[in-house]
């Protein structure tokens, strides 16, 4: 008979049974489904320049894809605030998108948690407080 720390298939080491579409440690497996309903909510933001608000309490920032068609460099500031101020706020986030180029920034896939708020600025430098100039359109993915 095997000692108390050793599990059993389909046992747990009490003796408990495990659940459906487990492994012997007792670890899911689950697998995702699309569905008509559920999921993240989208938002596009065009001429995004000044701070704005993408969710204005917490949540879950899923994806960010940005096209910058303004004829510069934007860096893109992403804050856990629902009231930041560029270059005075630290974002949480902050990355380049070169001029005539689209970026899609690589969240994990379980998403980047903000707990009071999601905004965000595009700006002309890193750390920036100046707006960029109209162009920067930005399409996020939240929940």
Known sequence: MPNSDTAIWGRTPGGQALPANSDA???LTLRPVAGPSG???HIRLRNVGAVAAIKASGGTLYGV???NNSGAA???QLF???AATPGTTLPD???LVNNSTTVTLPLPLVGVAFSVGISVASTTSEGGAT???NG???YAQYA
Do not use: R
């Open 25 to 27: 440690a007792g670890n």
């Open 65 to 67: 894809t940005v096209v």
């Open 74 to 76: 934007a860096f893109i």
């Open 39 to 41: 999921g993240a909510t």
């Open 136 to 138: 920067v359109q930005l």
């Open 93 to 95: 986030l902050e990355f």
């Open 80 to 82: 856990d605030q629902t």
């Open 131 to 133: 707006p960029s100039a």
